[in-house]
């Protein structure tokens, strides 16, 4: 996600407006920005789509044109083992990516150190693991 510049403090003038950026297939919101309203006039004439406000989109998506809470995701780190997965969704692995479409997942991480694991399953929020192997 890009913020154009760090928006949470900044103030909308007569000529702009703060917006968020979002893809019309998934409303997922992709940047935030303080721009120009002819900018967002010229950008919604492209088809662009965007929505007034600054919204966290790891915590925000937008809905049938509202902006609306991602709901939290289902998952469960147990030892090694993911369970109440969402179906579909993707374990990330250290940045690795790996599809999924059970709804738990037993982790063959057997080199010693800290592994970072993701679970992403859009409109759900990401959820965020550890795993220490000794």
């Given at each position: 996600?890009?913020?154009?510049?760090n928006m949470?403090?900044?103030?909308?003038?007569?000529?702009?407006?703060?917006?968020?950026?979002?893809?019309?297939?998934?409303?997922?919101?992709?940047?935030?920005?303080?721009?120009?309203?002819?900018?967002?006039?010229?950008?919604t004439?492209?088809?662009?789509?965007?929505?007034?406000?600054?919204?966290?989109?790891?915590?925000?998506?937008?809905?049938?044109?509202?902006?609306?809470?991602?709901?939290?995701?289902?998952?469960?780190?147990?030892?090694?083992?993911?369970?109440?997965?969402?179906?579909?969704?993707?374990?990330?692995?250290?940045?690795?990516?790996?599809?999924?479409?059970?709804?738990?997942?037993?982790?063959?991480?057997?080199?010693?150190?800290?592994?970072?694991?993701?679970?992403?399953?859009?409109?759900?929020?990401?959820?965020?693991?550890?795993?220490?192997?000794?």
């Amino acid at each position: 996600m890009t913020d154009f510049v760090n928006m949470q403090n900044i103030q909308p003038g007569k000529d702009s407006s703060l917006v968020s950026l979002y893809e019309s297939a998934t409303g997922r919101i992709t940047s935030q920005g303080l721009l120009q309203n002819s900018v967002i006039a010229d950008m919604t004439a492209r088809g662009e789509l965007s929505v007034n406000g600054w919204y966290d989109g790891a915590l925000n998506y937008v809905k049938a044109g509202a902006v609306t809470q991602r709901p939290a995701n289902t998952a469960v780190l147990a030892g090694k083992t993911l369970s109440k997965l969402p179906s579909p969704c993707t374990i990330v692995i250290d940045e690795t990516r790996y599809a999924c479409t059970g709804t738990t997942a037993t982790l063959d991480l057997t080199m010693p150190k800290t592994y970072q694991i993701r679970v992403e399953a859009f409109p759900m929020q990401d959820a965020t693991f550890q795993i220490i192997v000794p």
